[in-house]
C-alpha cells in the first residue's frame, strides 16, 4: 500500500511539474534561449574586459550593471556591439573614454548577448531579438 | 577506551595541522642552472649559479628612469601587456589589483607592467593608464623602453612575446613572475587565472618570510 502511494505521489509531482514547465510561454522560451547562448557569447567576446559580474576595470573599462544607461541607449546597443565603441561615455556618473573594439558578431549572437547583458548583473529589459538587432543595425551612424 | 581513541584522533589532526604548516616552506628556484666547483680551505665546494635577470633600463609612468639597481632589496612581480590590448590584459590587470592592494604599504615590494606597445604607449599614457586603474605611488610601476630592450628582457623572464602579427595584433602570454632578491625567477603564475593569482599572493608571503630574503638588502 506504502508502495503504491510512493509511486503514485511522484506520478503527481512529475505531472504537476510537467504541467508548470510547458506553461512556460512562447516568449519565456525565446528568452532562455536567448538567454543561454548569449551568456556563452560573453564569454567569449565581453567577460575579459567587463568581467565576470559585468563590473567593469575601474576607470578603464565602464560596469554593465547601468539599467537606465542601458534602457535609454537600448536602440543603439547592437551598432555598439558590432561597430565597436569610441569617444566620452557617462556610465554610473563616472566617465569612461576608451574604445571598445568591433566584432564580428552575426545580427543573431549579437541579439543574444544583449538579451543576456540586459538581464544580467541586477538589469531586467526584455528580450532582444535577432529582428530587433536588424532593425537597429539598418540605423547605426 | 574510547576516550584514548578521541585523543589519538585529535592529536593525529593537530599533527597533520603542523604538517601543512608554512613555517619552512621554500619556493623554488627556477630558470637554468650552472654548478661552480671552487677551493675553499682546500676542499672542493660545489656553488649552483642561478639564472638572474639581467641589467635593465626603463622609463615608470611618471618619467622615473628604473633599471635593475631600482629593484635592489625588492621582490617583485613582472608581467608585459599593452593599454589598448582587448583581450587578456584587462583580466591580468584585473586579477594583479588585489595583489597591488595587498603589498602596497611594503617598500620591499614592486609590480613591473611592461608595455610590449612603446610607440603608442608613452608616458603619459601609461600615467593615464595608472590613473584609471586608481594605481597611485610607487607599488606597481608602468614601463615604457626600447622595444628591443623589452622584448629581450621577457626572453630573461621565460615569457613569449611576439611583434605585431598580419592581423595587427600583439602577442604575448599572460604570465606573472616573480622574482625574489637576488633577482631569481622564483615563480610562474597565469595571469588570467584568478586561482594562480591567489596562490601567487600566498606564495610571495612565503617568499617574503624566508631568511635569506629577510637578510637581503
Redesign the interface.
Known sequence: MRKYLLVFSSLLSLTILITISSCQNDKQIEFNRYFSAGSAVYQNHCQNCHGAKGEGLKGLIPPLTDSAWLKTNKATLACSVKNGLKGNITISNKQYGGEMPATDLSPLEVAQVITYVTNSFGNKIETTTTEDVDAALLKCR | MRKLLYAGVLLALVSACKFNSTDNKVLPIFGNKQPVTRTVDGKQVTDTIYQTIPAFKFVNQYGDTITDKSLDGKIYVADFFFT?C???C??M??NM?PVYNEFKSNPDFRILSHTIDPKYDTVPVLKR?A????VTGNTWWFLVGDKNATYNIGKSYLVSLQEKNAQGTYVHDGYFILIDKQKRIRGTYQGTDANEVDKMRADIKTLMAEPDQKAAK
Not at chain 2, 131 to 134: G, I, S
Open positions: 589598448t582587448p583581450n587578456i584587462p583580466v590587470h584585473r589589483l593608464y590613473d584609471k586603474m586608481e
